[in-house]
C-alpha cells in the first residue's frame, strides 16, 4: 500500500489548507481512513478519522468545527479540509490507512503511513 499525502504549506491564523492523501495497492473502500499529525517536540496525535462508506467521523476535540475529513472511493483519496487554522495547528499531517472499516482513533489499528505534509501556521 502505497499513501501520497499532500497539500500542506504556510497559511495565516485564520486561513485554510486542504489536505489529500492517494492510495494505491489496496482495496480503498474497504478500510477506514485516519489523519494525525506531529508538531515539532510533541508525539503524534489522531486528528481524524473517516469509515469505508464516508459516513461516520471521529475527530479530536480540538479540531471539532474547524476541521473535514471526507474521501472519495473513486479516486481512492481521502481529503481534510482544515479552516480556522490556528497556531498550534502546525505540524507534520499524515494520513493512514486502517485495518479495520469503522472510524478509529487508536493509532495501532493504522498498518500503513503517508509519508507526511507538513502544515504550518503563523500567528
Known amino acids: 500500500v502505497q499513501l501520497q499525502a499532500s497539500g500542506g504549506g504556510l497559511v495565516q491564523a485564520g486561513g485554510s489548507l486542504r489536505l489529500s492523501c492517494a492510495a494505491s495497492?489496496?482495496?480503498?473502500?474497504?478500510?477506514?481512513m485516519g489523519w494525525f499529525r506531529q508538531a515539532p517536540g510533541k508525539e503524534r496525535e489522531f486528528v481524524a478519522s473517516?469509515?469505508?462508506?464516508?459516513?461516520?467521523?471521529y475527530y479530536v476535540d480540538s479540531v471539532k468545527g474547524r476541521f473535514t475529513i471526507s474521501r472519495d472511493n473513486a479516486k481512492n483519496t481521502v481529503y481534510l479540509q482544515m479552516n480556522s487554522l490556528k497556531p498550534e495547528d502546525t505540524g507534520v499531517y499524515y494520513c493512514?490507512?486502517?485495518?479495520?472499516?469503522?472510524?478509529?482513533?487508536?493509532?495501532?489499528?493504522?498498518?500503513?503511513w503517508g509519508q507526511g505534509t507538513l502544515v504550518t501556521v503563523s500567528s
Open positions: 493512514a490507512t486502517a485495518t479495520t472499516p469503522a472510524p478509529t482513533t487508536k493509532s495501532g489499528q493504522y498498518d500503513h
Open positions: 495497492g489496496r482495496t480503498f473502500s474497504s478500510y477506514a
Open positions: 473517516i469509515n469505508w462508506n464516508g459516513y461516520r467521523s
